[in-house]
């Protein structure tokens, strides 16, 4: 399995956003980017992922490299609900287990 | 309910007794997963259903370790003859297909003494 590498902690102030990023030099062209996050003393949640181009959803937004090495998971404006262990995860388009790393704890500070 | 269901939520047993561990998928789901973590720890695969394949065991950290999902829904994780390192909280998640998001449960935690 292709491997992220992910800050271990970052700070953030309320209502500012979060830039995470995630490099993942070894992906392949069938692998997505995906991101979770683990609040905590719950189970990981599903945030959002991608392939090539740039998505959006409600929580967050993805910001891939051309090259596809790197990629940023931007909050926009963070909140305190936002602190948690966020997860860059590469898994194949053929979909099957997702091995999870370390993650970056972020703290969001009032 | 509509979420992913796991029981017990929390289970204390002795050294070398066996457990099991519930989980309910949500409905439709045909991809199953299982994951351990350890206190201060990332999340450990386990153990992988989807649909009638053939698992995919390759998380599994030792022969003490079983699990089986009864006609494509509900799955047991069977630790035989537990021990202090098993100590942990054991996570399910079910997604559709296997390329769908994965939903988890709230975890079973489980204490060897």
């Known amino acids: 399995d292709a491997k992220t590498t992910q800050p271990n902690s970052m700070e953030s102030n309320e209502e500012e956003p979060v830039h995470l990023p995630c490099n993942h030099s070894?992906?392949?062209?069938?692998?997505?980017i995906h991101w979770y996050r683990q609040l905590p003393s719950q189970g990981p949640e599903y945030v959002i992922h991608?392939?090539?181009s740039n998505v959006n959803n409600r929580m967050a937004s993805l910001a891939i490299a051309e090259d596809r090495k790197s990629s940023t998971l931007i909050l926009h404006r963070a909140t305190l609900r936002d602190a948690a262990v966020y997860y860059c995860i590469l898994r194949h388009n053929q979909g099957g287990k997702l091995i999870f790393g370390q993650g970056t704890e972020l703290s969001v500070k009032p | 309910g509509a979420g992913v269901s796991q029981s017990p939520s929390n289970k204390v047993t002795e050294k070398g007794k066996d457990v099991e561990l519930r989980c309910d998928p949500i409905?439709?789901?045909?991809?199953l997963y299982w994951y351990r973590q350890s206190l201060g720890q990332g999340l450990e695969f386990l153990i992988y259903f989807q649909g009638n394949s053939a698992p995919d065991k390759s998380g599994l950290p030792s022969d003490r370790f079983s699990a089986e999902r009864t006609g494509g829904s509900v799955s047991t994780l069977t630790i035989q003859r537990t021990q202090q390192e098993d100590s942990a909280v054991y996570l399910c998640a079910s997604s559709f297909l296997g390329t769908g998001e994965l939903f988890f449960g709230e975890g079973s935690r489980l204490t060897v003494l």
């Open positions: 991608g392939l090539t």
């Open positions: 409905s439709g789901h045909t991809a």
């Open positions: 070894t992906i392949s062209g069938t692998d997505y």
